[in-house]
């Protein structure tokens, strides 16, 4: 990101988004030393859940990861010069057609469905590997019951795959007292019966916190890598995202005045307002309208007042002395005093949702 010269891109940003890689390496960590001596893999899909995949993956492999998932091939293709030859890279989407010519050099298609372990086995004949996906409840990705047969009644078949791992996904490993993840865990049990011999994979994040019998050969956390709290039975999550935007302008409003789109907001008495510099194309969400969202300053809440813009929203600054902000200050949308979980709860959605749409016009600082 270059600014005109001279000025500094953290200048001319809106806003800073800090990720901490030491907080993300230190979350992979704990969760490995959790699930120990079952391996565990870092999910980097979607550029890290937004945060960047590619300052990420190097020191991931530097503390011992050497599994890496992606969904899209391309994301496959950007990551691998990054890592040394022994990092394998899964692509979760599956074997697209026209694709498999792509793969080999430890980038590995996930087969989702009898077809494309055909294509795959054609194509490949053995000589390369790839994981199996199987369905165990969430109809999402995967061979299904029948299809696992096909495949287990077809040893040449399967040996053509070069399968080298056998995964399933969970669907509600967030809501442990449902019976959903006990299920799916004997479906994943049956499967492998039906397909021996093939290390397995079932946990993504909160799945790892549901015990080891879900542990398996690897295990597949994204969002605790990223400090998202997935799960009432996750703990040791470090927070790895801090968000500061820039106070743009400071006013005061008589009582009457409204504030933004849609005069949503009509001050009641005399209320001093900051606009910041971030809105929704920056993924501060139109939903952190009107006390929804807020900003801090120190301890101090400045809870949003009107709606949010694409660019830009305002803040009610009454609560602080007046002379405390000017232009240019930066003020904690995301920190220790509002995690994008928080931020997620107040609007109605997940904290992956919240990091996935962080925008790209923030400097990025990766510390
Ligand atoms: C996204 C994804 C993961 C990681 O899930 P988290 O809940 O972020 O840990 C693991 N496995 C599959 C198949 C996924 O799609």
């Not at 019951?145 to 495949?151: D, G, I, K, R």
Request: net charge neutral; proline share 5%; with cysteine.
């Amino acid at each position: 990101m270059s600014a005109s010269e001279g000025v500094s891109s953290a200048a001319a940003a809106g806003g800073i988004l800090t990720i901490g890689v030491d907080a993300v390496v230190a979350n992979w960590k704990s969760l490995a030393a959790r699930v120990a001596p079952a391996r565990t893999a870092a999910v980097v899909k979607a550029d890290a859940y937004g945060l960047g995949a590619a300052p990420l993956v190097r020191p991931l492999y530097d503390a011992g990861c050497r599994d890496f998932f992606v969904i899209v091939l391309s994301e496959a293709e950007a990551l691998r010069p990054l890592l040394p030859p022994d990092a394998t890279i899964y692509v979760l989407n599956g074997l697209l057609p026209g694709t498999a010519a792509a793969y080999g050099n430890g980038i590995l298609p996930v087969l989702n469905s009898i077809a494309q372990c055909r294509a795959w086995a054609e194509a490949s004949r053995g000589d390369r590997p790839s994981v199996i996906q199987v369905d165990t409840g969430m109809s999402r990705l995967g061979l299904d019951t029948a299809e696992q047969q096909m495949l287990a009644d077809d040893p040449g078949l399967l040996a053509a795959t070069g399968a080298r791992l056998i995964m399933s996904h969970l669907a509600c490993a967030d809501e442990p007292s449902k019976s959903a993840s006990g299920e799916q865990l004997a479906a994943f049990r049956a499967a492998r019966e039906r397909l021996p011999g093939l290390p397995g994979s079932l946990a993504a994040s909160s799945g790892i916190f549901l015990g080891a019998d879900y542990h398996f050969d690897l295990t597949r956390p994204g969002a605790s890598l990223y400090g998202i709290e997935t799960s009432p039975l996750a703990e040791g999550v470090k927070p790895v995202v801090d968000l500061r935007v820039k106070v743009a302008q400071i006013r005061e409003i008589e009582t009457g005045t409204s504030v933004g789109y849609g005069y949503t907001f009509r001050a009641s008495r005399t209320t001093r307002l900051a606009t910041l510099a971030t809105g929704y194309a920056d993924g501060w969400w139109r939903r952190f309208s009107n006390g929804a969202g807020a900003a801090y300053h120190g301890d101090t809440r400045l809870p949003s007042v009107g709606r949010v813009s694409m660019d830009s929203f305002s803040v009610d600054i009454s609560a602080l002395p007046a002379g405390t902000l000017a232009e240019g200050d930066l003020l904690e949308l995301i920190g220790p005093h509002q995690s994008a979980d928080d931020l997620a709860r107040s609007a109605g959605t997940i904290g992956y949702e919240v990091l996935t749409s962080l925008g790209r016009r923030y400097h990025r600082v990766y510390r």
